[in-house]
Each structure stands twice: as C-alpha cells, then as structure tokens.
C-alpha cells in the first residue's frame, strides 16, 4: 500500500511530467489537495516539503506553492558518453542497436521495480501500459565492440524515446536534451560477463568486465537506470583529482 503522502507526491509529479503545471505556476493549494485525497492538511505538507526538499517545488511565504524553474543541466550534472570520449580520441565511433521493447509493470524484475519506484499493488499500473522503455547497444571503437550498453527510461517521462534511432542518436546526449538531469549515482565493478555480454562484446563468457551501473534524476524522479558493460582489457576509466 503506497503511503497517502506518496500519493500525493506522485499526483503532483505527474501533473508537472504531463505539462499541466509548467515551471513557475501554482499549484493547488493545501487545502485543496486535503479535500482532494481524503487526507489531513499535515499529510499535504508532507508531501509538498519533501518535494520542495527535493527542488521541485517552491514554496513562499503567503503566496502558496509553486513549481520550481529547473536550472539543472547537462553543466551542472555531466553525464559523460563514450560517444564523445572515442570522438574526442580521434577514434572511430559507431553504435549497433542490438533490441528496443516497451515494459510493463507485469514483465520488471525486483530491481527496476525498486529503481523506479514501481509497486506491484500499483494500481496505475495496469499490465497492458508501458512503464518502461529498454534498449540495448553495442558501441564500437575502430570496428572493435567496447561496451554493452542496457538501459531503461521511464516511458511517461520520455515518452518519444523508444521511437529514436540510437545508430545515430546517442541515448544520453538524448535525455539530457528532453529531461535536463538534477542529480545522479553511479556504481563500478568488476564482474564475470554473462553469455548475452560476452556474445555482444566478443570475449569468452566469464571473461573479466568492469560494469558501470548509473541511474539519474529529474525533478526528484529516477528517469533512467543503465548498465554499461566494458572488456575488462579494453577499457580503463580515469581522471584527474
């Protein structure tokens, strides 16, 4: 059972995602919102500090609540792409889009579920509605297969994603574009290739791989979860401190 101040905070998010409240417009007010979901004021309030913890929503004193301006961009949150990292070394870049499907609630495992904040008692959450989006792509540095990319987006939030041609489009340069990024988290780690990883990648299953695992946000929503496969003797990740 999803706790009433979430659902409150999903109605709101929701309305801000589909453009009924565009950046800088009030919302309903406290009271209505009470009325509208059968809850106490302090419940609202909940809801609504939390998001303006969050930078979504603003709230100033004697006027009501608004809808934050997003600032948040590609310089304030850098998503870098191997795209532009083989560019940028003078290496010839290309992009093999291996399957694209649409998800429903029925078809994600625990851990998307958990990533996106999808409930199995959901009831918006119907089994024949897209949730999620999910590509996978081989990327390619001088014909040779670099990285396995598997990446899903939630579909309400990008909902033209799944109709792009990611040969020439790349994903990340994508949401960035349509969902300007607020924040995000990464993890890497060194792990046996799985057979489907090593057949796109062109080593021997169980052979070492070092996997980034990235998920991002947008106006306090995850808005994609990726996993990026890399050889473990074709790629290094590095910078400067």
Do not use: C
């Not at 600032?71 to 083989?86: P, S």
């Not at 999808?118 to 949730?131: C, G, L, P, Q, S």
Request: avoid cysteine; charged fraction near 25%; glycine fraction near 4%.
């Amino acid at each position: 059972m999803i706790p009433a101040y979430q659902r409150i905070k999903n109605a709101i998010l929701d309305n801000i995602h589909s453009g009924k409240w565009q950046a800088g417009n009030a919302i309903s007010t406290e009271m209505a919102l009470a009325a509208e979901f059968g809850v106490s004021r302090m419940t609202v309030n909940r809801a609504l500090k939390e998001l303006s913890e969050e930078r979504v929503l603003e709230r100033r004193q004697g006027s009501g609540t608004f809808v934050a301006q997003q600032q948040f961009n590609h310089t304030f949150v850098e998503v870098r792409n191997i795209a532009q990292d083989l560019k940028s070394a003078n290496r010839d870049y290309q992009a093999q889009v291996i399957s694209k499907r649409t998800l429903t609630a029925a078809m994600l495992d625990d851990e998307l579920r958990r990533k996106f904040g999808i409930d199995k008692d959901d009831d918006r959450n119907e089994h024949e509605v897209a949730v999620l989006y999910e590509v996978k792509i081989i990327h390619f540095a001088d014909g040779q297969p670099i990285q396995f990319e598997e990446r899903w987006v939630d579909a309400k939030k990008v909902p033209a994603f799944i109709e792009q041609d990611f040969s020439v489009v790349n994903t990340s340069d994508y949401l960035i574009a349509k969902s300007p990024l607020e924040r995000g988290n990464y993890t890497i780690r060194a792990l046996a290739a799985l057979d489907e990883v090593a057949s796109a990648l062109q080593i021997a299953p169980q052979s070492p791989t070092l996997v980034l695992r990235r998920q991002t946000y947008s106006a306090g929503q995850v808005v994609t979860f990726v996993k990026m496969w890399h050889a473990g003797d074709r790629y290094q990740f590095s910078g400067e401190l």
